[in-house]
T-cell receptor
């Protein structure tokens, strides 16, 4: 079985500041991890994914995430956020035929 | 390349009614998965279809059923609607036959269902 814990329900940050959104997972099979972003009243857009190889994964819009097997974490980071990054962010782990999602973290960027 | 599309965008039904939601997969994708996203929650897996067969199911009752057609488009049917069925229903398509853990799912914009 798989599960995902997103430790923060909301993260407020000022524009141009760095941000880290935390994600911890558990999985009984090989680990494949994803971050998706959901803008208001829209579906999910893939930000980045870890399947194998380098533990530092770069995605769209300047986001990156680091897979840490010993800490079972896959935290999402961005060095400088924009107002347009305000959205809900979901971490997910892949199972046999499904994605198991966390409850999401709302990133609130203010000027 | 056409992305995942869903119809309708919004839907209002009353308790006890039946509803059908539709999804067209991304070009070249043969697998469709359906998720329910209640307000303030992450998406929950309903089921997946691969080559017109159900290929996995989450913890949802039998009144949630689905179909996949030869062109890989899909329908989600919900019978005997309950108030708690109010949610955003997301469809995702992928290429991997449902067998590979690595295939990436691409999501449509969703259908917002309100049950009164």
């Amino acid at each position: 079985a798989q599960s995902v814990t997103q430790l923060d329900s909301q993260v407020p940050v000022f524009e141009e500041a760095p941000v880290e959104l935390r994600c911890n997972y558990s999985s009984s099979v090989s680990v494949y991890l994803f971050w998706y972003v959901q803008y208001p009243n829209q579906g999910l857009q893939l930000l980045l994914k870890y399947l194998s190889g380098s533990t530092l994964v770069k995605g769209i819009n300047g986001f990156e995430a680091e897979f840490n097997k010993s800490q079972t974490s896959f935290h999402l980071r961005k060095p400088s956020v924009h107002i347009s990054d305000t959205a809900e962010y979901f971490c997910a782990v892949r199972g046999y035929s499904t994605l198991t999602f966390g409850k999401g973290t709302m990133l609130l960027v203010s000027p | 390349e056409t992305g995942v599309t869903q119809s309708p965008t919004h839907l209002i039904k009353t308790r006890g009614q039946q509803v059908t939601l539709r999804c067209s997969s991304q070009s070249g994708h043969n697998t469709v998965s359906w998720y329910q996203q209640a307000l303030g929650q992450g998406p929950q897996f309903i089921f997946q279809y691969y080559r017109e067969e159900e290929n996995g199911r989450g913890n949802f009752p039998p009144r949630f059923s689905g179909l996949q057609f030869p062109n890989y488009s899909s329908e989600l049917n919900v019978n005997a609607l309950e108030l708690d069925d109010s949610a955003l229903y997301l469809c995702a398509s992928s290429l991997g036959g449902g067998q590979g853990h690595t295939d990436t799912q691409y999501f449509g914009p969703g259908t917002r269902l309100t049950v009164l």
